[in-house]
Structure formats: C-alpha cells, structure tokens
C-alpha cells in the first residue's frame, strides 16, 4: 500500500480509512445503539452516505432516456453491422449477396453519420439533448424539452430532410423532459 496507513485502503471513489469493527452495546429495549466515543464515526458514516447519494443521483441523471436509448441504437447498429461483415467474408456466399452486404454496411454508416450529424444541429439550436431512431424511410425525433413551438419543430424537420433521406411527412416530432 505505497506510502498509505495500514488501515487505509483506495477503492476508488471510496477510501476505507479504519477497518476496526464497531463496538456495540445491547440496551433492555432491544435497540442497539452505539457506544459512546462512536458518535462522531456515525455523523462521518452519515456524511458520506449523504455524498454516495449525491454520487449515485448524478449517476442516474446521466443514464436517462436518451442515454439509454442512443446505447441501445448503437448497439443494434454494432450487430447488423457484424452480421453484414460476416456474410462478406464467409466464402460460401455468392458474390452478388456479398455485394448487397456492401451496400447495407454502407447503408448503415450514412444513417448513423445522419444520425449524429442531425442530433448536434439540434442541440445546438438550443436543446439540451435529442435522439433519433431510423425505421426504413421513418425517423423519429425525441428532443429534451417541456414545450415544442411550430417553430422548433419545423427547424427540426429541416434538419432531418437535410441529413437523412426522409420525407417531412415521414418525420415524427416529440418532446421529453
């Protein structure tokens, strides 16, 4: 433990710094309470778990909706993109199905290319974030916001004709706080 006290031991975010069980005394109600000279080991005890559920909030606000969802798109994404490099290099299948793959793979990447480019030019007219999900020539657009003008929503729908090859009508347009 380079240079630390015996006692002392990183984990991270978190540092153990004494590791001696604490001592505690049984009353005639049942309840068991602490000796004395432990008080000020609980009000430390407390403070850091105060800390831990500011740590863990933080955590949790970072993973919302639009977290969550664009892991999850990406990940959908990951797997069509493997199953089409596959078939590209199983020497089993014809050339023409082999040139299909090629043209799905490229496919793909002009729609996550779309995707991303479209989510920043959506923030940056203001919102906090945005998501998009693609489903043949259907986008859907869920931006963080309580209220959406007719203005926003047609700013947003020109963004998305501009990067994607989808019609206006082919484009939905929520809000989600």
């Known amino acids: 433990m380079h240079g630390r006290d015996s006692n002392e031991i990183n984990l991270g975010d978190v540092e153990l710094v004494n590791s001696e069980p604490i001592e505690v005394e049984e009353v005639e109600s049942g ?5 004395e000279g432990l008080i000020e080991n609980t009000i430390v005890l407390e403070e850091r778990k105060e800390n831990t559920n500011l740590i863990e909030d933080s955590f949790n606000d970072k993973h919302d909706y639009f977290e969550e969802t664009r892991i999850e798109r990406e990940r959908m994404y990951s797997e069509m993109l493997e199953t089409y490099e ?3 290099k199983n020497v ?20 996550k290319n779309g995707i991303m480019i479209s989510e920043n030019l959506i923030k940056n007219k203001g919102f906090e974030d945005a998501i998009i999900l693609v ?3 259907t986008a859907s657009v869920v931006v963080k916001s309580y209220t959406l003008s007719q203005e926003q929503i047609s700013k947003i729908q020109n963004i998305i004709q501009r990067e994607l090859p989808i019609e206006a009508k082919n484009i939905n347009i929520s809000n989600k706080f």
């Open 92 to 111: 089993d299948i014809p050339n023409d199905q082999k040139a299909i793959a090629v043209q799905e793979i490229s496919n793909i990447t002009n729609i």
């Open 135 to 137: 489903n043949n020539n």
């Open 86 to 88: 596959k078939l590209m």
């Open 31 to 35: 309840n068991i309470v602490p000796n």
